[in-house]
């Protein structure tokens, strides 16, 4: 099962022509979960050929408007376009309030059942369905700002062909190999084990935006495959991210030492960086296998 | 002076890569009054290099979200980029609890005055400067909704090229002509008359969007130099429009001719329209002086 993010936007702050702000798509096995949802992102989905009308869950990491001023026109699209599936929409509290007056002032009513979850300010688990189960992070920002941890709940079985050259297993047996359900010969069940091979490590994703550098935090975030961290700015900045709690390129990148993870993926980049190489560099010398997260990239774990 | 429409868009309802929702730039002597502003509108801005601290006053409609959800991301990015000056913005009672909301969550103190002013449902005056005044329209739609007509304050004078030669008029004396100073000759008054072309007509300009058919609104309206009016559907969606409260290409155009406008450009397109020659089409069988809105077009009075 593929498992991906798709970046529709890692600007901070003010869009530009080029580079739009935060929102992500985590597609697991091309179900997508949208994370934070700046202005434009309804676009930015339809330019990246993304069906909106499939994402059930939304993830919105902080009321700062370059993470969620896209939500209302995103929700109201969703309704004009007869939506009747129900959206689950996890943020801080007054996320409820600031749809709700949006709402009331255009007398919409929406078609479809839109699930507001205001989240405590804890770190825990927030969501699960049978793909993935999503944890909170709290992140240090001049508001309530939560990380997400995307995990992968199993991993599907590989199965072992010379198993089926073995037993000449039908395309039926192959799948109810992969779906753990028991294989038969002379009335006798095949061992798993002989079937299987050995069953790999449980993906996951982390998405920390925005934050000042918190050192504690590679602990909460753990050994994922790939980390999103915030790089606002460069090093010769760093008083200013303090100042603000936002990151420098080379504090993402020791996050991702910390933590263990193997792929560090940096953004929300201020305006101030036309050129995005000095921010690459910057992190690269402390965490090699670092990328830039630019907007239509897909990375897959 | 120059007295013209920027288009920076006009779909309803839907955003699509092709077609933004509404928002237009009125450009006198190169000051930018807005009026609407769907989401994206700060880009559209960027797009056709117009500078939006420029921008002194905004006009909403109303409360339809392809009206103003990219409100309140234009307002925080002024503020981001250390904007001072002032900004009035006009519109329907509800608009300043919708900014409110968002700036309270985020907690952002604006770094400059904003003024909001909220209107009566009342057809009058509302604001005016050296150059332009601007008054309300009621428009007939689910929600309270107004238009505005912009009026030109006073014609630039035009100095008579006859004069020129005549009175070898320096550099100096032509401006003095055309801002209605005196100029003399052997300690006489020149007649202004003589200097002086005949005064043109006031020239205006009237925003419609959106509204049901209305035939009273033509005579609001008046002998405009160019309205734009809604055409969300066409004549076979009639009904669909009445329901809606919104208006055909032909309702469009009935509402030209009544008005005595010179010149009409329709837009506020359904998403239905992947063309757009059936629309104008339509229209221009009732009033031939019919232009689309299409965005980044712009419309010279």
Do not use: W
Request: with cysteine; net charge neutral.
């Amino acid at each position: 099962m593929t498992f991906e993010v798709l970046i529709l936007g890692s600007n901070s702050a003010i869009p530009t022509l080029k580079r739009h702000p935060s929102s992500q798509l985590v597609l697991f096995d091309q179900m997508p979960y949208l994370i934070d949802c700046g202005e434009g992102t309804q676009l930015q989905l339809r330019r990246y050929k993304q069906k909106f009308q499939k994402i059930r869950q939304i993830f919105i990491s902080h009321l700062h408007g370059d993470h969620y001023y896209g939500l209302p026109g995103l929700i109201t699209s969703m309704h004009l376009l007869g939506r009747e599936k129900p959206l689950s929409l996890f943020g801080p509290k007054g996320i409820k309030e600031i749809l709700d007056v949006n709402f009331k002032h255009s007398r919409t009513k929406l078609r479809y059942p839109l699930e507001i979850i205001e989240l405590e300010e804890e770190q825990r688990y927030i969501y699960e369905d049978e793909r993935i189960k999503v944890r909170t992070l709290l992140l240090e920002h001049r508001v309530p700002t939560f990380g997400y941890v995307f995990e992968e709940q199993k991993r599907e079985l590989r199965v072992n062909k010379v198993a089926i050259e073995k037993y000449h297993l039908s395309l039926k047996e192959i799948l109810d190999v992969k779906a753990g359900k028991p294989v038969f010969r002379n009335e006798t069940q095949i061992d798993q084990s002989e079937l299987t091979l050995e069953e790999q490590p449980l993906r996951s994703y982390a998405y920390c935006s925005d934050t000042g550098f918190k050192p504690d935090l590679a602990q909460s975030i753990g050994n994922v495959n790939l980390l999103y961290h915030e790089a606002t700015f460069m090093e010769d900045m760093k008083k200013r991210a303090s100042e603000t709690l936002h990151s420098t390129a080379k504090q993402a990148a020791e996050i991702a030492k910390l933590s263990g993870a193997e792929k560090l993926i940096i953004g929300h980049f201020s305006t101030r960086y036309e050129e995005l190489d000095g921010l690459l560099d910057e992190a690269r010398r402390v965490f090699e296998n670092t990328e830039i997260a630019a907007e239509g990239e897909s990375f897959r774990i």
